[in-house]
């Protein structure tokens, strides 16, 4: 693999997640629980498709093959994305959206909080760009889990069954192959090692003001790296990607 | 006597074109009036992000994938705003999405019509927020203060919604056959809604009478369509799309567009609730909305908890 092959890889890792997340923020929309909250769901939303298209473009800068952000958006097949297989799960109710937000943010925040100082320029700008946004994602996600899991007992019980639920895919957003191994040795990638104290910080903090408990770690999904994913990725591709798929020839 | 004063002195404002504010006294007529319009208003903003978002996830593009949620994120926006305007008449907006809830306050009928294809993207920008910023555009001279300023701020985001839904449409035009055909086709069913928006003609108005006098609005239904017509007609052209009115003819003695009759048996069922999706809007609405419940509750415990403690210390 060279460095450009593995640069290519590590963008779609980064632009993929961004996406598919940005997707499920979208199916939020006209169904938030008050209307402040479907404007900050759309803001959201609208953070992950930019970050997803300056990731997308760069991805194929570097391959050099004339494929676009659409092109990688709508003209790949389920094992061809690379997004964490956390991003893919399903919105379930308010609760499930905004843990899964809050594991997923914490995430990015540590991590483009490091890939700022890249030794990629453009992975560098991206991160440290995208850091705004995300510090404000993190903000809403852990601000939500901490009133609904100190809210009511309704409201306890439903949001610690989620993080119980959505644990599993928590150790995919750690995991590194040779795109990372290559790409660490260029200080172009971050050693997720170095990610996950912080991001166990971070979720200790959040779940202890939410008077929730820790899930022990016991089986663990991963595959993301190979574009292993969950049933729910397809069903998710095969809607968003429907209208290129169906008229190839058209230009929107 | 006392009120015979005070509705001279407010007509003498509203003739010197003196802007009321929500302190001012007010005939309650006046106050009610404007609490149906402006929450009304507030409704179609919010049910409007339905038929939008019904495509929003098969955008055909990145780009129009965050123009089409940047703009239903604006609609949503538009709705605070006027919820918030509306609130100045002495409601607060839990009372008026009671009414939307319960199916007693209207909203714009056009919203009860599905969105079909991609290209319905296209007309409802172009020719729904066309028609919307026509009487926006009047609005913004009303008379009552909050309403009229909040319309400042909207039609600026409203008429970039109208380019959206054009550059929409104007690409499908001239895109391949079948984009073109959806694009006709669009207009098709968009057109004679649209220009029903206005609502019924001036003769047929029951609220137009004081509405006017009051400068509320600021020009009459009849007025508003014909300035939508004619400016939309022309645009239509450009892009080789054909209006759906074989009676539309340019009247040299008027400057202005002659066009055939609406359909107002069709316009009055779809404002009684027999609108192709009706049911379904409001079922959604009020879907979303239970679904909430809970997550507002706890919101509400939470900071319940919070005070009390702050009280304690």
Known sequence: ?252 | MEDIKKLEEFQAKIDAEIKIEPKDWMPEDYRKHLQRQISQHAHSEIIGMQPEGNWLLRAPSLRAKVVLLAKIQDEAGHGLYLYSAAETLGKSRTEYLNELKTGKAKYSSIFNYPTLTWADMGAVGWLVDGAAIVNQVSLQRTSYGPYARGMVKICKEESFHQRQGYEIIADMAKGTPEQKEMAQDALNRFWWPSIMMFGPHDSDSPNTGNAVKWKIKRATNDQLRQSFIDKTVHQAEIIGLTIPDPDLKWNEERGSYDFGEMDWDEFWSVVKGGGPCSKQRLKHYNDAHNNGEWVREAAKAYTDKQTSKQNVA
């Open chain 1, 1 to 252: 693999m060279t460095k450009n092959e593995a640069l290519v890889k590590y963008c779609l890792r980064l632009g993929d997640s961004s996406l598919i997340l940005g997707q499920r923020m979208a199916e939020w929309c006209s169904n938030g629980p008050v209307l402040e909250e479907d404007i900050a769901m759309s803001n959201i939303g609208l953070d992950l498709f930019g970050q997803s298209r300056t990731m997308l473009t760069y991805a194929g800068e570097i391959e050099g093959k004339d494929r676009t952000e659409n092109d990688f958006a709508f003209k790949r097949l389920e094992r061809e994305f690379f997004n964490n297989l956390m991003s893919e799960r399903p919105n379930g109710h308010f609760g499930d959206t905004v843990v899964r937000n809050l594991f997923l943010s914490a995430h990015t925040y540590h991590l483009y909080k490091k890939l700022s100082s890249s030794s990629d320029n453009t992975i560098a700008a991206f991160a440290a760009k995208s850091l705004k946004e995300v510090t404000y994602h993190l903000r809403h996600s852990a601000e939500w889990v901490v009133r609904l899991g100190d809210g009511t007992k309704e409201s306890h019980s439903k949001t610690q069954q989620s993080v119980n639920d959505l644990w599993e895919y928590t150790a995919d957003l750690f995991a590194m192959n040779e795109v990372d191994e290559l790409l660490i040795k260029e200080n172009i990638a971050i050693d997720l090692n170095e990610i996950k104290p912080l991001w166990d910080n971070t979720i200790n903090e959040v779940l202890e003001r939410a008077t929730l408990t820790r899930p022990e770690d016991s089986f663990m999904q991963k595959g993301s790296l190979n574009g292993m994913h969950s049933e729910a990725l397809g069903h998710l591709l095969t809607e968003m990607q429907f209208l290129p798929r169906a008229y190839p020839d058209a230009k929107w």
